[in-house]
């Protein structure tokens, strides 16, 4: 059984069984990525609540795993070469994740390549976009009167859905016929336009057809279900 006793991380959150891989997360748009990932892989995982709103980001414990202080974070009892690793960033963890499964992302070059580019536009561009349009529409951002901030990001969040609705016009994944880390990349973020940030109106999102199809499409596979509830406030 892995010793991850090395790991600080375990000191603010004990480990009950450390021969598996280790999830340090919250379910927000950007942290189900991950436990998505893992439920759908099938890997055997141990997810550990952390408290955004607490700050337990900021703790010494977590930013020896994590220096960015941000979720999702994971730490593999068995990484490469057999020893435990600590990795973090959502798209590098999806990726790893992919590649020590063998599932989720295409053998061939082309279409590894196209996936994670896909995954890419994510990070880069709808996950901060959407993320900057929450702020300054639902938090406090709100407060502010000139809405000029607020409307410079629903107009770039209506672009990229435009991007979106174009790239599902004629697939019912982003990659084609088969669900990727693409599609996992971005599911958390579209879903939350309408829903959790309640900003559909100000991105058209009525005018939508195939993205809130491809959501729904998402949404009820068994394993998204459960990952988007993943990890569960102790």
């Known amino acids: ?31 189900v990525k991950v436990a998505i990932a893992l439920e759908e892989l099938g ?5 550990h609540f952390v408290d955004i709103m607490q700050n337990q980001t900021w703790t010494a414990d977590y930013l020896s795993l994590n220096p960015n202080g941000k979720i999702p ?6 990484g490469p ?26 053998a061939d070059p082309a279409g590894r390549y196209e996936t994670l580019q896909w995954v890419f536009w994510q990070m880069a561009a709808l996950g901060p976009m959407t993320g900057q349009l929450g702020f300054f529409h639902k938090f406090a951002g709100k407060e502010i009167e000139d809405k000029r901030p607020r409307d410079r ?10 991007v ?5 016009a004629d697939r019912p994944f982003i990659m084609g016929d088969d669900f990727t880390i693409a599609d996992i990349a971005l599911i958390g973020w579209v879903r939350a336009i309408p829903a959790f940030y309640a900003a559909g109106e100000l991105v058209d999102w009525g005018s939508l057809k195939v993205v809130p199809e491809w959501v729904a499409r998402c949404e009820a596979r068994p394993a998204v279900a459960r990952g988007l509830t993943i990890p569960a406030k102790s």
């Not at 974070?73 to 068995?78: E, H, K, T, V």
């Not at 798209?91 to 295409?106: T, W």
């Not at 770039?156 to 435009?162: D, F, I, S």
């Open 43 to 47: 890997l055997p995982y141990e997810a």
């Open 164 to 168: 979106l609705e174009g790239r599902l």
């Open 153 to 162: 990001f629903a107009t770039e969040v209506k672009r990229l859905l435009g």
């Open 1 to 31: 059984m892995a010793d991850l006793s090395a790991f600080p991380i375990t000191n603010q959150y004990p480990t009950k069984d450390p021969s598996v891989l280790q999830l340090y997360s919250n379910p927000t748009p950007n942290g």
């Open 73 to 78: 974070a994971i730490l593999d009892p068995d």
């Open 81 to 106: 070469g057999g020893k435990p690793f600590a990795l973090w960033e959502s798209g590098a963890i999806l990726v790893y994740l992919a590649d020590k499964a063998g599932k989720l992302i295409p």
